[in-house]
């Protein structure tokens, strides 16, 4: 908006370089352009005040597809105003020239204008769809047709309205319709993930039954290890036994040698001993031989006495002198 000082009899006006202004006075051009600043009376100047830069429009088009439904399409139309001077003969850009603001409302007049346009576009471009094609384009295709549609449009050519392009910002149908057409993609979702799932499953038991198989394969690697460790100590068990058993026989064989050895040693030495008690027996007895009985008695006591225990106290009978003496007589008759 154009900023206007005031002075008296006299006005200053200042705009931006985004708003070309056309200044009338007396039915002739004074100024016109963008980005001026001028000093005007305001009981004989007529300033239309019209933007330059690019603006968007918003709007909502309700159109019905060639399968009869209906569908709503979001679309951003965007323009400039490309010839100010034509712009501002064909719509009201007039401002205060107390205040500098329009003193209609011709931004609405446009957005109507570009409105019914678009919509119209959006129609004829949805006739031609079925919803289904209308709402799986997203809006690619209808986008080309309302841009191509606004450009090529002699109103808008003739006010001085350049249209630079559009945008679909979607394209709805009605609730119901639109669950519809969304179930088929739902199911196919819902198949995929189902797939998926049962495949994960799969998996996993083709895993468990792996792990499984290998299990037991280590358990019967263990068992035939097992089987062979114990007929390897069952061999190594009778090895010994074997090994124990030859010992015990060599050392039974050599205690027999020696105990026989032994035997003839303590035999020959009770021989040689025997011998040699004979031959003493027989030195003595030929020692004895023509000696007279009362000396071998004498004797014969004599060994006696040297074998008899040692008696402390020795008690003579009548009896045992008896039979000592009636000996004693005997041996003498005889």
């Known amino acids: 908006m154009a900023t206007i000082k005031r002075f008296p009899f006299v006005r200053h006006l200042r705009t931006a370089t985004t708003s070309h202004v056309l200044h009338l006075d007396g039915g002739r051009v004074r100024h016109a352009g963008a980005g001026l600043a001028f000093w005007f009376r305001p009981l004989s100047a007529v300033i239309s005040e019209i933007p330059v830069d690019d603006r968007e429009l918003p709007l909502v088009a309700r159109a019905r597809t060639a399968d009869f439904q209906d569908v709503t399409v979001q ?9 100010p001077a034509l712009v501002a003969g064909r719509l009201d850009f007039a401002i205060d020239p107390g205040t500098g603001a329009w ?3 011709p931004l609405e007049q446009v957005a109507q204008l570009l409105g019914e346009l678009a919509t119209g576009q959006v129609m004829e471009a949805m006739a031609t769809m079925t919803l289904r094609e209308a709402v799986v384009s997203g809006g690619g295709g209808l986008r080309q047709v309302i841009t191509s549609g606004l450009q090529a449009d002699e109103r808008l050519a003739s006010t001085g309205i350049a249209v630079l392009g559009a945008r ?4 709805r149908g009605e609730a119901d319709m639109e669950r519809f057409l969304q179930t088929p993609a739902r199911e196919q979702a819902q198949t995929e993930a189902d797939k998926s799932t049962f495949e994960r499953r799969a998996l996993a038991v083709e895993r468990e039954r792996a792990i499984a198989e290998n299990e037991l394969a280590n358990r019967i690697e263990l068992a035939v290890r097992e089987q062979e460790l114990v007929t390897q100590e069952g061999a190594n068990s009778r090895t010994r036994a074997q090994e124990a058993a030859a010992a015990a026989l060599i050392e039974a064989n050599g205690a027999s040698e020696r105990q026989g050895l032994a035997a003839q040693a303590d035999a020959h030495s009770a ?3 025997g ?6 027996e027989a030195a ?6 023509g000696v007279d009985s009362h000396v071998l008695a004498t004797v014969a006591v004599r060994d006696l006495a040297g074998h008899l225990p040692n008696i402390a ?3 003579v009978t009548p009896d045992l002198v008896t039979g000592v003496l009636a000996g004693l007589v005997g041996s003498k008759q005889a």
């Not at 011998?275 to 003493?280: I, L, V």
Request: charged share 20%; glycine share 2%; proline share 0%.
């Open 75 to 83: 679309v951003t139309v965007s323009f400039r105003f490309a010839d």
């Open 103 to 105: 003193t209609g409302i």
């Open 168 to 171: 679909v910002r979607s394209v």
């Open 271 to 273: 021989r040689v001993v």
């Open 275 to 280: 011998e040699a008690e004979a031959a003493a």
């Open 284 to 289: 003595r007895v030929a020692a004895y031989a």
């Open 313 to 315: 106290n020795l008690t």
